[in-house]
């Protein structure tokens, strides 16, 4: 299996998305915070808000493989000009350090993986700004058999642990 460099990837990436896919084409909203594309299943995609000048952000979701077949998160895009890489959280000796998974997400057939604070998450990085909580971050996850689908992550406060609501995310 050839490995493909991040550069490249997401120059693919890029490129896939400005010819507009067929397949993103397809993707539908199935309710207001539940995306499908193929046989993909993204749910409840939120974040935090970033602290001062801080230009990344986390992403979490759930994500349900409905199909036959394994499928595989390879990236994606965020608020016009970021991108997300999937990342991996791990403790040892009390000291928490995070890895970028570089080859991607692999969702196995009928398999729902869940990306949450703690554990495998996504990052939202090269942001024009960090957001505030009450926004809407619009963004693109690129899967490597489903093809590119549109979502929007609902920004919650700082220290949340779980999604926002509409209304709690909404205060001013």
């Known amino acids: 299996m050839k490995i493909i460099s991040p550069a490249t990837l997401y120059t693919i990436l890029l490129t896939v ?7 993103s084409a397809s993707a ?8 499908r594309i193929g046989a993909i299943v993204v749910e409840a995609p939120w974040s935090r808000e ?7 952000a986390v992403g979490y979701m759930r994500i349900t493989n409905t199909g036959q077949n394994p499928d595989r998160l390879v990236g994606g895009t965020a608020a016009t000009t970021g991108r997300l890489e999937v990342h991996q959280s791990t403790t040892s000796d009390g000291l928490t350090q995070m890895q970028a998974i570089k080859d991607g997400l692999v969702i196995g057939p009928g398999e ?3 990306l949450k604070p703690g554990a495998m998450h996504g990052m939202l990085v090269d942001l024009p700004r ?3 909580a009450g926004e809407i971050i619009k963004g693109t996850l690129m899967f490597e058999k489903a093809g590119a689908i549109e979502i929007e992550y ?3 406060s700082v220290g949340i642990r779980h999604a926002p609501t509409a209304a709690a995310s ?3």
Do not use: F
Request: charged residues 15%; hydrophobic residues 25%; positive net charge.
């Open 130 to 132: 960090g957001p505030k």
């Open 154 to 156: 609902q920004v919650g």
């Open 17 to 23: 998305l400005a010819m507009g896919s067929s397949q």
């Open 28 to 35: 539908q909203a199935a309710g207001s915070d539940t995306y």
């Open 112 to 114: 729902t993986v869940e």
């Open 170 to 172: 909404h205060h001013h």
């Open 50 to 56: 970033a602290p001062g000048g801080v230009k990344r």
